[in-house]
């Protein structure tokens, strides 16, 4: 744990080799790091296809990246030593003072010890070889009770007062999105719903048929706009959805910068996701939200800050932590009916 001393860390690293959500919900931990040590210099290792979630964050220095293909297979070993004989080579000419591993990876645990650092906390790769976990450090949230950045703050031995999720949105950004709604003809007051079908693993999706229904529903009742979201990968889910959908939903799935989603989640008056990136990036930009959870812990990931209404189901088996399960009674569960009356209580409050 960090404590109160006389000595100020000028130089310090935070790896966090996690998707989008992770990547989000680290930010918390760069506002306190600064708050307690205004004087440091803070520089934020992450892989490369999620670095714009640090653009223009003021508290952060530098934003190093590690190549993505780290997290694919089949890829070349000899490639893979080399360019983190590069990184590492790199990370040890800044001399940092304080490393902050926020994850349990292998490969972070590895670049922790490769920086040399005068200080790690966090899983770290130790010179016998080992991997150790510092005494303390709450590895599952879930099992504490707590949220996510509640354990990233506690684990660094900082307070949870006042934190909140930052992503900073700039100039280019808000033209994209005052361009992009200008093209479809959408005025400063209507409504404008965005829906999020996917999620990184499949025990996280409720079904898209049920976010059809929600999104024709509550175009009839509000003439809402809708705007599909989503990343590459959920592409053929959004086909399949518009397809069996009587409104016209505005389908920009992978067709976004991380940055853009941002912009265009910041505009709508409600979101409607299953619990992904997507949704702390909405709780990040204070847009209101209706999170539909199935296997993951509602404890450890419901969104942090901002508002929103939380929906998962009353089972024994929740929460499992399963990527895949063919009954996903958990998701199936939920009902169309509840959905809508989380959005229409959530509109209500905004009348």
């Not at 640090?54 to 890829?75: A, D, K, W, Y």
């Not at 959870?293 to 404890?299: A, E, I, T, V, Y």
């Not at 169309?336 to 009356?341: G, H, I």
Request: charged share 25%; with cysteine.
């Amino acid at each position: 744990m960090l404590v109160e001393t006389d000595y100020n860390y000028k130089k310090v690293l935070i790896i966090q080799l996690q998707p989008i959500g992770d990547v989000v919900r680290a930010t918390p931990v760069v506002a306190k790091l600064q708050e307690r040590y205004p004087q440091s210099r803070i520089d934020f290792l992450i892989y490369d296809r999620y670095a714009e979630l640090l653009e223009g964050n003021p508290r952060v220095n530098e934003i190093i990246t590690l190549n993505g293909r780290f997290r694919q297979e089949n890829i070349n070993i000899n490639q893979i030593l080399e360019e983190l004989k590069e990184l590492a080579d790199r990370l040890q000419e800044k001399r940092f003072d304080l490393v902050v591993n926020l994850h349990d990876t292998t490969l972070s645990g590895i670049l922790a010890y490769l920086t040399k650092a005068k200080e790690i906390k966090g899983v770290v790769l130790n010179e016998f070889g080992h991997f150790t976990i510092p005494p303390g450090w709450i590895i599952n949230p879930h099992e504490s009770g707590l949220n996510l950045v509640e354990a990233y703050l506690r684990n660094v031995g900082l307070d949870t007062e006042g934190a909140n999720l930052e992503v900073y949105l700039e100039e280019e950004d808000l033209a994209f999105r005052d361009e992009f709604l200008r093209k479809e003809g959408i005025g400063e007051k209507e409504l404008l719903i965005g829906l999020n079908p996917g999620a990184a693993v499949y025990s996280k999706r409720w079904p898209k048929e049920g976010f059809a229904q929600v999104g024709d529903q509550l175009s009839r009742e509000y003439r809402a706009k809708l705007i599909l979201f989503g990343g590459p990968q959920d592409k053929g889910l959004a086909d399949e959805m518009v397809r069996v959908m009587e409104s016209t939903p505005i389908n920009l799935v992978g067709r976004t910068t991380l940055k853009g989603l941002a912009a265009l989640l910041e505009r709508c008056n409600l979101f409607i996701t299953n619990d992904s990136g997507p949704m702390h990036i909405a709780a990040a930009v204070n847009t209101p939200m209706v999170a539909i959870f199935g296997s993951s812990s509602l404890k450890a990931n419901s969104p942090y800050g901002g508002r929103y209404v939380t929906l998962q189901a009353d089972l024994p088996c929740v929460p499992c932590g399963r990527s895949y399960c063919e009954e996903l009674n958990c998701l199936k569960s939920i009902t169309v009916e509840e959905v809508l009356a989380s959005c229409r209580k959530i509109l209500k409050e905004d009348t």
